[in-house]
């Protein structure tokens, strides 16, 4: 029985014509993580990362101030870097996609939640159609005079998955220092801030005349970033909210966009 079931294999390794890709043979299967090159998988996972992350929309000051609860609506606008579209190049891939890529329109719902003067917290979510990110953060204020710049930590968790986009997994960690100066009616802040990155693709290949098949492949990343912003209060502390924020990554991303909504 062994013997014949090298024959078969022998046979039909004679038969089937000669498959490669990038130097790999597919008729081994030892090979077939060189379809999904390691540095792909990480520009990949940055890429989604940097995407997908949550954003608080906020400045120093804890919400304790002024309200309780804030429910906000956030658009933001996201330039792709090329970090995505250079490994894919360098290994010979197809970049129709990404280079036809300029911007990335993401929409979450928002909560913030006031528990004391000095720490407040955040959450941000979205889901469609199976595909669903979500966030969190907690800011802690370390100065806060009644007239001057107010300081404060902050460190966020984000999570999604998009199978449309062969996302798996994906989690972010984004610790943050931040200052602000509360005004009666404002408050522009600025902050830097930094993302570690992990996760997981997982994507599908036909390559006849073998079986479909896909492979998953763990991918990572470190990046830094700088922001500002404004938001105001319009109508007082329990009316509407309207904000601004843009964000600069070296990674070569950037980001605008708005949150609108009411205090409580």
Known sequence: MKLKMRNLIFLISLLLPSISYAGFSILDPTNLNGLLPSNVADAAIKTFGIAFVHRPYDGATSLFQTNSLDFKIEVTMIKIGDALNNALVANGMSTNTTANTIALPIAKIHLRKAFSPN??????????????????????????????????????????????????????????????????????????????????????????????????????????????GVNFQI????????????TYDISGFSSLGTVFGIGF
């Open 119 to 228: 720490f407040d917290a955040g959450v941000s979510a979205i889901y469609y159609s199976g595909q669903h990110a979500i966030g969190t953060d907690l800011k802690i204020v370390l100065s806060n005079p009644e007239e001057g710049i107010t300081t404060a930590i902050r460190i966020g968790y984000s999570y999604a998955t998009a199978p449309f986009l062969y996302l798996k997994s994906l989690s972010v960690i984004s610790p943050e220092f931040v200052m602000s100066r509360k005004l009666s009616f404002a408050e522009p802040y600025l902050g830097v801030g930094g993302r570690y990155i992990t996760g997981t693709i997982e994507v599908p290949f036909k390559i006849d005349p073998l079986p479909a098949f896909s492979l998953e492949k763990a991918g990572s990343g470190i990046t830094a970033y700088a922001y500002t």
């Open 235 to 246: 109508l007082g502390a329990t009316g509407f909210r309207l904000g601004m924020e843009g």
